[in-house]
Nanobody
Framework: QVQLVESGGGLVQPGGSLTLSCAAS????????MRWYRQAPGNERDVVAV???????AYVDAVKGRFTISRDNAKNTVYLQMNSLKPEDTADYYC??????????????WGQGTQVTVSS
């Protein structure tokens, strides 16, 4: 079983910054892609950023230039650095990690979610 624990959410003013962390633990052999999703009230859960095992990144247009996804493979942790935050960034943020467990089986795990509120 692979579990993800998120942290770093909270209340921030527009223009402010916040960093989310997501640490994976369990029977992990390898991790491939790591992603951040967000879901605002009444909306679908949409991917925000993704980082590959090789460190390649991609972002949804709405956050390009403001958000940075990174990973620390030694810690099995993915981060989302969020700068110049806007009220429309307000949402529940979820991390998602996929890879292989020690038996070689594919896993796709989700964090519990952390709330980000951008408001003055």
């Amino acid at each position: 079983q692979v579990q993800l624990v998120e942290s770093g959410g909270g209340l921030v003013q527009p223009g402010g910054s916040l960093t989310l962390s997501c640490a994976a633990s369990g029977s992990i052999r390898s991790i491939n892609a790591m992603r951040w999703y967000r879901q605002a009230p009444g909306n679908e859960r949409d991917v925000v950023a993704v980082i590959s095992s090789g460190g390649n990144t991609a972002y949804v247009d709405a956050v390009k230039g403001r958000f940075t996804i990174s990973r620390d493979n030694a810690k099995n942790t993915v981060y989302l650095q969020m700068n110049s935050l806007k009220p429309e960034d307000t949402a529940d943020y979820y991390c998602n990690v996929e890879g292989r467990d020690f038996r070689g089986n594919y896993f796709n795990s989700w964090g519990q979610g952390t709330q980000v509120t951008v408001s003055s």
